[in-house]
């Protein structure tokens, strides 16, 4: 049997522009999560167009002031945690399912707080992926495979010896004969179609727009958007539920085998 395949995307930070993102989504039919804080050093979309975004699209916390969980308190990162996930149910009138750290950053403590806030799962910046979500600490712990900026080589593989991710490490060798974003997304793209896995696209709508990658991101979506029936387009809570459920079958399965033995 051919291995799944899913495609997500994910957009941080809550710019006004994400609404361009967003008209660029429905365009050619593909799902994707917004992660939004209360406020950032960029402009923040008010609650009107958070509410109007979460009826088509998945609003995601994004802490409450931007903040770096790793410089802050333990008592300030447990207040934008939990703060941020009060907020954007109180706004959108929606359970929210997930939670990303602004830049990324983040330790293992503030996974637990993920956790105990409620949250089904957290997305990082593990760049190369096509790992489905794994569990971590309680929750479920979503990597990344590209992100919609002109990144370097080097940045590819900084990204990959930092978390002693020898495969993505082998990806970039074997995919970054170009990497040129959209070119690398569509290598992958087949690849996650031969082997199985997610997808995953991400960015900044304020970065696309300041390094002028607006058009870029117009073709890659047409392209995602193609493979569509071989790739369903699910949002990021709904691709970590189907994990959560899908190991929840594996334990059950482990557990009877014990029992036969």
């Known amino acids: 049997m051919k291995p799944a395949t899913f495609i997500t995307t994910s957009w941080d930070d809550g710019h006004p522009l994400d609404l361009r993102v967003a008209e660029l989504l429905s365009k050619y039919g593909l799902r994707g999560t917004f992660y939004v804080p209360r406020i950032a050093e960029h402009e923040t979309m008010s609650a009107a167009q958070?509410?109007?975004?979460?009826?088509?699209?998945?609003?995601g916390a994004h802490t409450l002031h931007h903040a770096v969980l790793t410089e802050a308190t333990e008592q300030?990162?447990?207040?934008?945690?939990?703060?941020?996930?009060?907020?954007?149910?109180?706004?959108?009138?929606?359970?929210?399912?997930?939670?990303?750290?602004?830049?990324?950053?983040?330790?293992?403590?503030?996974?637990?707080?993920?956790?105990?806030?409620?949250?089904?799962?957290?997305?990082?910046?593990?760049?190369?992926?096509?790992?489905?979500?794994?569990?971590?600490?309680?929750?479920?712990?979503?990597?990344?495979?590209?992100?919609?900026?002109?990144?370097?080589?080097?940045?590819?593989?900084?990204?990959?010896?930092?978390?002693?991710?020898?495969?993505?490490?082998?990806?970039?060798?074997?995919?970054?004969?170009?990497?040129?974003?959209?070119?690398?997304?569509?290598?992958?793209?087949?690849?996650?179609?031969?082997?199985?896995?997610?997808?995953?696209?991400?960015?900044?709508?304020?970065e696309l727009q300041e390094t002028d990658q607006w058009r870029r991101l117009d073709e890659v979506l047409r392209c995602m958007s193609e493979f569509a029936i071989q790739a369903p387009s699910l949002t990021n809570g709904q691709i970590c539920q189907r994990a959560l459920l899908s190991s929840a079958s594996t334990d059950e399965v482990a557990r009877r085998e014990e029992m036969d033995l």
């Open 50 to 59: 958070i509410r109007e975004l979460s009826l088509a699209f998945e609003i």
């Open 76 to 206: 300030k990162a447990w207040q934008e945690i939990a703060g941020s996930k009060s907020w954007v149910e109180s706004n959108t009138g929606i359970r929210c399912l997930m939670f990303c750290p602004p830049n990324g950053k983040y330790r293992n403590r503030h996974l637990e707080m993920v956790r105990k806030a409620g949250y089904l799962g957290a997305r990082n910046v593990e760049l190369l992926s096509l790992d489905l979500p794994r569990k971590n600490a309680g929750i479920m712990l979503l990597p990344t495979t590209i992100q919609a900026y002109p990144h370097g080589s080097f940045a590819f593989a900084k990204n990959a010896v930092k978390r002693m991710a020898l495969t993505n490490l082998l990806r970039l060798i074997t995919h970054g004969r170009s990497i040129d974003w959209p070119e690398l997304t569509r290598s992958l793209l087949y690849e996650s179609l031969r082997c199985g896995g997610m997808l995953h696209l991400w960015g900044h709508s304020w």
